[in-house]
């Protein structure tokens, strides 16, 4: 069974970290794999989320198996993810899983919405993940949040991510 989160398992399942699954020679699942444990039908955007949180009402947002990361199997239409901007509305947009992916001190949190003539939406392919660093600081594998992470790893958010790696913000 995969999971992007050790959240999305159940006892007496013991979660594993894409990581620790490569470790074990098993390929890490494909994103068509996973267990359909958080996407749902939002109706304030007439469509899938990934979460509640994505969901301008939180109360309106119900789980459907027929939504999954991509799409709702039913009628093909395009999942909808939230997304950090930049206070101000300086610097852009970014597509992430969720509001705690937000820079607090420089972003805020947006609900899914349908594409509109000035921001298109995010859908699965834009969406910024974090990623887990291993114990020696050498190794890294995307994740969602710190409950992809396995034992000894260490979730690193996605605008840290940028951070680290260019050294400026999004």
Partial sequence: VCALESTDCSNPIM??????????????????????TTGGYCASVDGCTNTAEACTENSKFVQ???CTVHSNLEDGTTTHFGHCRRQGGMGGDRCVW????????????????KPQN???????????TGACQSA???DYHCAISAAGCG??????KSYELDLKTKGTMV
């Avoid at 969720?98 to 919405?113: H, I, L, Q, R, V």
Wanted: aromatic share 10%; glycine share 8%.
């Fill in 136 to 138: 020696g600081g050498m």
């Fill in 64 to 66: 459907r198996k027929s």
């Fill in 98 to 113: 969720s509001k705690s992916e937000c820079d607090p001190g420089f972003e805020m949190w947006n609900p899914a919405t």
């Fill in 15 to 36: 979660f594993q970290s894409a990581a620790q699954m490569k470790v074990l020679g098993h390929v890490p699942c494909s994103v068509d794999d996973l267990i359909s």
């Fill in 118 to 128: 000035w921001f298109d939406n995010c859908n699965c392919e834009h969406v910024l």
């Fill in 151 to 156: 034992s000894g790893e260490t979730y690193i």
